[in-house]
């Protein structure tokens, strides 16, 4: 009887919260959809899709995305495993410093990005490149808490010392190890992090704006201040962007379970 | 000039010694077990020798190569590890082929080497599968495999049985065993089970708190500790306290029974302690043996065997019987004799 109790209320909370979700949702599909008075129309997604201006910002994005996503897996996978091969102790404090970007508002850590760098030693706000250098290190940072969230999360299912250790011993230098076993055993753990993160890189807002480079996040702003229906159209094509790299998560951490094996100690 | 030569091997860990003076010459084709409880330094001498851990003084010696400072990838000491460690995202034979990839051998010769080894663990069918989809057994199979494919001088196992369940290790033992002799590769073993050491090993080096306690082949180590750790940690044993009646006969007092041992070298201060293993009493009165009285105590059935426990001058004596049918089996508390040859014990 309880345990029925217990399950009516489950049932209750999960109808709620997707009505909470779904709802303003549903608003806004159906808001994007009336463009042309009294039809039904794909009116504001045709407008939208053929703004140059929003090919243009959505490829910015897109590559911009890639290249973060790129880095950001060379840097924390080769510094996530070695903090778990020599330096267990420091992982509790980089995890720490993984969450600040969770702490300090990003505005401020713009303001500290242009303050620092937009005159000497090191100017990077001068040439479009350059910003584009300085922007793409803010949005490492910025996915900084998912990318390492993932990796760990995948190095915690393997062994990754034992493994290390057998490779070395079958005469494996480091640039071998990471490659032939260390990256292959965490593909789906870098590819859960590389879609946060290049779906957080797709919706970011202030450090594009501030840093004046035509992102898909300023884009989006500035069509909301002058246009009803379009920026709902907007909103539907990003919550679709992000389920769909959710969805590809979800697709495949499935295959993962073939391939993984406990190699505890 | 031994093979493999440990020689004033330490190890410490933060001030805390984890390995003293250790010295061990291992002769081309033996097979030798580190065997000891949990934190007697075992595993980080088998780490020291694969290169994992470095010592923190002392030399280890390979073929008259100095290996103490080598890295663990230039060492050509092959090691299967207790949790199997095969990469998860090759298949068998990437697995086993690994290392001779890494050595930059060429494909026929890997293919053909891993075919061999395959045939070596009778594995054959099963190259392509993906190591979660074998059991433990045969991941450890796979393991063993690709620690031999690349003809490594030293085969080092950690503990490579404790993750299986008793028939397959029984079985993996063999498995190792025959593996071992038909390669005639040297081989240290780490273990904490008596049972397999006795069984596997040419020699056996027991291990306690980061010393060697012992050196010996199973026979010697069984039959003739030579420390009361090695007496207690390898199988059964009786420990009495006596005292020393006469020295030079070896004769002693428990209680009010006397007895003489079989073996005892210069007898003095006061904890002397007669050793006797329980397969070694049987019930009875023998004329010229030693001979015991005391109280049944407990009858433990250990299959085969039957464990009957006496108490001797407020001591507990445990004697093993077989577990025949036709034998009659005492009640608890009734008076029982026990007898031992003189030789068959000795003083510690």
New interface residues.
Partial sequence: MKGKRLNLWGWFWAIAAMLYFFIPMYGTLDFSLRMKKGVISLLAYETVLADPQFLASFRYSAIMGLITVTISVLIFVPTIYWIYLRLPKARPIVEIITILPFIIPVIVYVFGLIRTFSGPPFQLTLTPFKTDILITAGYIVLSMPYMFRAIDVGMRA??VR??T?????????SF?ILF??IF??L?IAILSGALICFATVIGELILGDFLVRPALGPYMVLVGRSRAYEPAALAIISYTLTWICLGLIQFFSRGGS???????? | MAFLELSHIQKSFAGAVAVEDFNLSVAQGEFISFLGPSGCGKTTTLRMIAGFELPTSGQIMLSDNDLTYLPPNKRNVGMVFQSYALFPNMTVAENIGYGLKVAGKLKAEINQRVQEMLALIHLEEFGARYPARLSGGQQQRVALARALAFHPQVLLLDEPLSALDAKIRVELRHEIRRIQQQLGITTIYVTHDQEEALSLSDRIVVMSQGKIEQVGTPSEIYNFPSTEFVAKFVGQINLLPVQVIDAKKGVVRLGGQTMRAGQFGHLNGNSIRLAVRPEELNPGFVEGANNLTGKVEAITYLGSIIRISVDVEGYPIHLDVFNERKLKIPATGESYQLTFPIEACWLL
């Fill in positions: 393997i062994d034992t493994l250790e057998a490779a070395q011993s079958l005469g494996s230098n071998q032939d076993v292959p055993n593909r073939t391939q993984q094996q406990l190699t505890g100690r």
